[in-house]
């Protein structure tokens, strides 16, 4: 599925990724690690002189799992990306991807805080999951408006994971960042952002605190639950991650896109954004810096945990299975933390504590479980729905 180019201006290309991969690499990765990544890298090399302006068509992580999905859930309508007079793609620095669903309430808000941004290098990429209300007509006007907007329309509803795992597989720049249609940043977020990432290497992550905004009264108030990981280890940053994360903030944040293509992206079931964020942590740190950068509506509509069961099932897409999708959460983290770079003492230190967690979850939610099955059985259904969407999106949480 993946076609973006890679844009360069000399055949100098290879050399650069090379050096760049290699200067990503962690000091704890093995030489087992390192080996395969240098076979990557000179697979790429000899990809890039043969064609020059393309990625290898089968890049690792979640771009090959990605193009397996249904070829039906290919987007029918897209605004092309922008091109210079000689006719050739602009890779622009940033890519932002807004992936939305019914999100016309709040939407031109969310796209005039991101066109409104100082640092100007940057594409948009807006993905509408089959929208039933008027945010086509939203899209298709800043669209026209601005040529950095690229637009794109899917026939039918392909679940808000997937929806926002597909806007990665569209970005070009060297840096990604996702958005939502809720939410809205201050114009400097990027600038700030970026000056991080490009004197920082060995950070993957950098976003800023979160102001919570109630979505019908418009009352703010500061989230004091944001996370640093700048810990030299892997494994200490993964462990950290799974016992400290609670809203997922830094999805939010700006990503280096070759580390992010190198994860599974957003798994398509509840709290399948954890298995993303620990994968990224075994990557390289998280930088947060102190000034407000995500201003995030909390509310019915707009945070998932508060959704009635129909609006959960149709947020992704189809009904979820809260104890399996616990196991494949789980399943998805250990697998995270055996792709990744790093050394076997590493792996054997998250894999520890990620056991420790899945026994822990387990009984979290087998007691979530019989207090739903209680009040389904004496008529309360509703709370019998939340009880078992908690036995999934609860985030972990050990003494």
């Known amino acids: 599925?993946?076609?973006?180019?890679?844009?360069?201006?000399?055949?100098?290309?290879?050399?650069?990724?090379?050096?760049?991969?290699?200067?990503?690499?962690?000091?704890?990765?093995?030489?087992?690690?390192?080996?395969?990544?240098?076979?990557w890298i000179r697979r790429g090399?000899?990809?890039?002189?043969?064609?020059?302006?393309?990625?290898?068509?089968?890049?690792?992580?979640?771009?090959?799992?990605?193009?397996?999905?249904?070829?039906?859930?290919?987007?029918?309508?897209?605004?092309?990306p922008m091109r210079s007079l000689s006719g050739l793609d602009i890779a622009p620095t940033v890519s932002i991807g807004l992936p939305v669903r019914n999100g016309a309430r709040f939407l031109a808000e969310a796209l005039d805080s991101l066109l409104a941004q100082t640092y100007r290098d940057?594409?948009?990429?807006?993905?509408?999951?089959?929208?039933?209300?008027?945010?086509?007509?939203?899209?298709?006007?800043y669209a026209g408006k601005d040529a950095r907007i690229r637009y794109v329309r899917h026939a039918v509803n392909i679940g808000a994971p997937r929806n926002w795992s597909f806007v990665v597989t569209l970005a070009r720049g060297r840096y990604f960042k996702w958005a939502s249609c809720n939410d809205r940043c201050p114009e400097y977020m990027l600038e700030r952002c970026v000056a991080v990432l490009e004197r920082r290497p060995d950070a993957v992550l950098c976003?800023?605190?979160?102001?919570?905004?109630?979505?019908?009264?418009?009352?703010q108030q500061p989230y004091g639950g944001n996370i640093a990981l700048?810990?030299?280890?892997?494994?200490?940053?993964?462990?950290?991650?799974?016992?400290?994360?609670?809203?997922?903030?830094?999805?939010?944040g700006l990503i280096r896109l070759e580390a992010l293509r190198q994860t599974g992206l957003d798994r398509p079931y509840p709290g399948?954004?954890?298995?993303?964020?620990?994968?990224?942590?075994?990557?390289?740190?998280?930088?947060?810096?102190?000034?407000?950068?995500?201003?995030?509506?909390?509310?019915?509509?707009?945070?998932?945990?508060?959704?009635?069961?129909?609006?959960?099932?149709?947020f992704f897409g189809k009904t979820t299975m809260p104890l399996f999708d616990i196991l494949r959460r789980h399943r998805d983290h250990a697998l995270g933390v055996l792709r990744a770079p790093i050394a076997t003492q590493e792996e054997v230190r998250s894999l520890k504590y990620l056991a420790r967690a899945f026994y822990w979850d387990l009984r979290c939610a087998r007691t979530h479980y019989r207090s739903a099955t209680d009040c389904?059985?004496?008529?309360?259904?509703?709370?019998?729905?939340?009880?078992?969407?908690r036995c999934t999106t609860s985030p972990t949480r050990r003494p």
Do not use: K
């Open 1 to 39: 599925m993946y076609s973006g180019p890679f844009m360069a201006a000399s055949r100098s290309i290879p050399l650069e990724i090379a050096v760049r991969r290699q200067r990503f690499a962690s000091p704890y990765e093995s030489s087992a690690a390192r080996i395969s990544r240098a076979q």
């Open 45 to 80: 090399a000899s990809h890039l002189e043969s064609n020059p302006w393309h990625l290898p068509r089968r890049p690792p992580g979640a771009l090959a799992a990605f193009s397996r999905l249904d070829r039906s859930l290919a987007p029918t309508v897209a605004t092309p």
């Open 122 to 141: 940057f594409e948009l990429i807006v993905s509408d999951n089959a929208s039933t209300d008027e945010t086509a007509s939203i899209c298709a006007r």
């Open 207 to 219: 976003y800023g605190r979160t102001c919570l905004v109630d979505e019908e009264s418009g009352l």
């Open 230 to 252: 700048e810990h030299e280890r892997p494994s200490e940053r993964f462990i950290q991650l799974l016992r400290l994360l609670q809203l997922n903030n830094p999805q939010c």
């Open 272 to 314: 399948g954004d954890l298995p993303l964020m620990s994968e990224l942590a075994l990557r390289g740190t998280f930088v947060l810096l102190p000034e407000v950068l995500l201003y995030r509506r909390m509310g019915a509509g707009t945070f998932s945990h508060a959704l009635t069961p129909a609006a959960h099932n149709d």
């Open 376 to 389: 389904a059985a004496s008529g309360r259904s509703a709370s019998a729905g939340l009880l078992l969407r």
